[in-house]
T-cell receptor, first 115, second 110 residues
Framework: EAGVTQFPSHSVIEKGQTVTLRCDPI?????LYWYRRVMGKEIKFLLH????????ESGMPNNRFLAERTGGTYSTLKVQPAELEDSGVYFC?????????????FGPGTRLTVT | RKEVEQDPGPFNVPEGATVAFNCTYS??????FFWYRQDCRKEPKLLMS???SGNEDGRFTAQLNRASQYISLLIRDSKLSDSATYLC???????????FGTGTRLLVSP
């Protein structure tokens, strides 16, 4: 069974540009999460989808970040316009259901560098 | 103050050694507790969940002290392949988001 996949693996953009990250969860997983790790800091939660609905977006840093999950399958995270402090590794995770009995499986991450 | 605190290390130990990591959490509403492992430039992977009664998985033993809001991980008979960053992770009741510590780096040498 394929794991969580993310695209691209790396992205280097200039400040002010737009970048869109994609996440494909494990097939059949209704729950999809975005996290990010900025340099020197801990991994932090951004938001949680259940199917196509945003259940918790309390971690989204500001309105330059837009996450979508049309159709309840893959998700995109757009940063527009990108700022230097957006640099970091963006992880996507998915789980079959909610609750601690259901492991969140992480993708390999997208390393974003804003110059 | 960070919600989950860990000693960043690194912990340098020889093969075969026993090593222990500690973690404290500040949110008393935390309900679920985990240790994740992250290899360099890789994604975090669940190592084990932590239960109130303590639990063991092979060479790994996890303990939880709810009164002190303290979690520990003990690794016995360290292997070279145990070298990684160990992340302490908690989840609050009613929420699905995971809250991570910054991680403790372990280096096991021959």
């Amino acid at each position: 069974e394929a794991g969580v996949t993310q695209f691209p693996s790396h992205s280097v953009i200039e400040k002010g540009q737009t970048v869109t990250l994609r996440c494909d969860p494990i097939s059949g997983h209704d729950n999809l999460y975005w996290y990010r790790r900025v340099m020197g800091k801990e991994i932090k939660f951004l938001l949680h989808f259940v199917k196509e609905s945003k259940q918790d977006e309390s971690g989204m840093p500001n309105n330059r970040f837009l996450a979508e999950r049309t159709g309840g399958t893959y998700s995109t995270l757009k940063v527009q316009p990108a700022e230097l402090e957006d640099s970091g590794v963006y992880f996507c995770a998915s789980s079959q259901d909610q609750g601690s009995a259901y492991e969140q499986y992480f993708g390999p991450g997208t390393r974003l560098t804003v110059t | 103050r960070k919600e989950v605190e860990q000693d960043p290390g690194p912990f340098n130990v020889p093969e075969g050694a026993t090593v222990a990591f500690n973690c404290t959490y500040s949110n008393s509403a935390s309900q679920s507790f985990f240790w994740y492992r992250q290899d360099c430039r890789k994604e975090p992977k669940l190592l084990m969940s932590v239960y109130s009664s303590g639990n063991e998985d092979g060479r790994f033993t996890a303990q939880l002290n709810r009164a002190s809001q303290y979690i520990s991980l003990l690794i016995r008979d360290s292997k070279l392949s145990d070298s990684a960053t160990y992340l302490c992770v908690v989840r609050s009741a009613g929420f699905q988001k995971l809250v991570f510590g910054t991680g403790t780096r372990l280096l096991v040498s021959p």
